[in-house]
């Protein structure tokens, strides 16, 4: 018996419904699984650095040091030599010995790098972190050490580095003090002001040999080397260095120029070369 119509409307309707269903599964099964995770950070490349051999003068660091020291670095170390690497004037910004605001700043008036610090301080900071992290990849035994103000007025507070030096020099620790000099006719060019609180050693003459030497009594015996401290002298912070500094383009391949060599020479003079 033939089926009433409104029965046959409503059988070819269930039939089209069911059908625009089955199309609707297959084509959502078929669409891309969608990742509701955030999306992983962007991977950084390495800086591939192409830095020039070292010579004197410098095409990177300037001229070295107008007074030359004459003192050698004998004294053996371990190749696990405790180093810890500081930046210099970091506990002593709007006070006495803030640093160089360098030639940039002080003569061609350009804004400093960061208003809080002197542009010395903001470089040694830049270099100080390239050369822990470079130091560690080469298998040295390095940390760093930075101050947890910027502004420490009294010098024998346990947290400054005069005060941390000359506890940790005390125990064995070496300690290297990273600085940028003042722009000529102030500065002197790069170097190293070696500590005179212990035996001059392997270490201190590999950086001597890399960067320069001052006088073992540069100035009449700075607080720093006082206490055991090793102050690197990278460079006067004027002319190519503080311009390849400045470059956006070529900051961050100049830092790790400068940084690997400090870490090339620590790594000679503990015998991991």
Same mark, same amino acid.
């Given at each position: 018996?033939p089926?009433?119509g409104?029965?046959r409307?409503?059988?070819i @309707?269930?039939t ?6 089955s199309?609707? %599964?297959?084509?959502k099964?078929?669409?891309? #699984? ?5 999306n $992983?950070?962007?991977?950084?490349? $390495? &800086? &591939?650095?192409?830095? $020039?051999a070292?010579?004197?003068p ?9 007074? #030359?020291?004459r003192w050698?670095?004998v004294? $053996?170390?371990?190749p696990? !030599? ?9 506990? +002593?910004? *709007?006070?006495d010995g @803030?640093? =160089? #605001?360098?030639y940039? &700043? ?15 301080l903001?470089? *040694?900071?830049k &270099?100080q972190?390239? /050369? ?8 040295? *035994?390095?940390s760093g050490?930075?101050?947890?103000s910027? =502004?420490?007025?009294n010098?024998r507070?346990p947290? =400054?580095?005069?005060t941390?030096?000359?506890?940790? +020099?005390?125990?064995?620790d070496?300690?290297?003090e990273i600085?940028?000099?003042a722009y000529?006719p ?5 170097g190293?002001?070696?500590?005179? *609180?212990?035996r001059?050693? /392997? ?10 030497r001052f006088? +073992?009594n540069?100035r009449?015996g700075?607080g720093? #080397? ?5 102050i690197l ?7 190519e260095l503080?311009?390849? !500094?400045?470059d956006?383009?070529r900051?961050e391949?100049?830092i790790?120029? !400068?940084?690997?060599? %400090?870490v ?5 003079g503990?015998?991991? +070369?």
């Amino acid at each position: 018996m033939p089926l009433p119509g409104w029965i046959r409307s409503r059988r070819i @309707s269930l039939t089209i419904s069911l059908t625009t269903l089955s199309l609707l %599964v297959l084509a959502k099964a078929a669409e891309t #699984p969608r990742n509701w995770l955030p999306n $992983p950070p962007e991977r950084k490349e $390495p &800086v &591939v650095a192409s830095c $020039p051999a070292i010579t004197n003068p410098d095409p990177l660091m300037g001229p070295r040091t107008r007074i #030359p020291g004459r003192w050698k670095g004998v004294a $053996p170390v371990s190749p696990d !030599l405790p180093i810890v690497v500081m930046a210099g004037h970091a506990d +002593s910004q *709007n006070m006495d010995g @803030s640093g =160089t #605001p360098g030639y940039a &700043v002080d003569v061609l008036k350009q804004r400093p790098m960061d208003g809080r610090m002197r542009d010395e301080l903001y470089w *040694n900071f830049k &270099v100080q972190q390239k /050369v822990v992290q470079l130091g560690r990849q080469r298998g040295l *035994n390095i940390s760093g050490y930075t101050p947890p103000s910027l =502004t420490i007025r009294n010098h024998r507070d346990p947290a =400054t580095n005069w005060t941390q030096a000359k506890m940790r +020099s005390a125990r064995g620790d070496y300690i290297l003090e990273i600085h940028f000099d003042a722009y000529s006719p102030y500065g002197f060019g790069s170097g190293l002001i070696p500590a005179i *609180n212990r035996r001059l050693n /392997v270490v201190d003459e590999s950086l001597a040999i890399a960067f320069g030497r001052f006088p +073992s009594n540069f100035r009449g015996g700075l607080g720093g #080397p006082r206490r055991g401290i090793g102050i690197l002298e990278i460079g006067m912070l004027q002319g190519e260095l503080e311009n390849r !500094l400045r470059d956006p383009s070529r900051r961050e391949e100049t830092i790790q120029c !400068l940084a690997s060599r %400090v870490v090339d020479a620590l790594a000679r003079g503990v015998g991991r +070369s």
